[in-house]
């Protein structure tokens, strides 16, 4: 059975630092795109990262560009998130995602994703 879990996530001051973790397993695809996205109360979701586990290249979306890392342990198959500089507006459930129709992540915004975890929370308050 494939199945994905976050961790990671919790309370935190802003300016302050957190690193997500996706656990994958039952997963048996050679090579797939992995997604990060998060989803604030009252607004739709928003994909924020992507890592290739063909050829290891990320994408991020704007808002996060240069204070979010995505990452990936292959032996562990894991992927992380490191969220540093965290503002308050970082505030929401973030899931990770896996595509098996897709190897990169140029377009990641728009595949469709077969696998999801069930979430992981982040509140970004002083």
């Known amino acids: 059975q494939s199945q994905l879990m976050e961790s990671g996530g919790g309370l935190v001051q802003p300016g302050r630092s957190l690193r997500l973790s996706c656990a994958i397993s039952?997963?048996?695809?050679?090579?797939?795109?992995i997604g990060w996205f998060r989803q604030a109360p009252g607004k739709e979701r928003e994909g924020i990262s992507c890592?290739?586990?063909?050829?290891?290249?990320?994408h991020y979306t704007d808002s996060v560009k240069g204070r979010f890392t995505i990452s990936r342990d292959k032996a562990k198959n894991a992927v992380y998130l490191q969220m540093n500089s965290l503002k308050p507006e970082d505030t929401a459930v973030y899931y990770c995602?896996?595509?098996?129709?897709?190897?990169?992540?140029?377009?990641?915004?728009?595949?469709?994703?077969?696998?999801w975890g069930q979430g992981t929370q982040v509140t970004v308050s002083s």
């Open positions: 890592i290739s586990t063909m050829d290891g290249s990320t």
């Open positions: 039952g997963i048996t695809l050679d090579y797939y795109a």
């Open positions: 995602a896996v595509t098996s129709g897709h190897f990169y992540c140029s377009d990641y915004v728009t595949y469709e994703y077969q696998y």
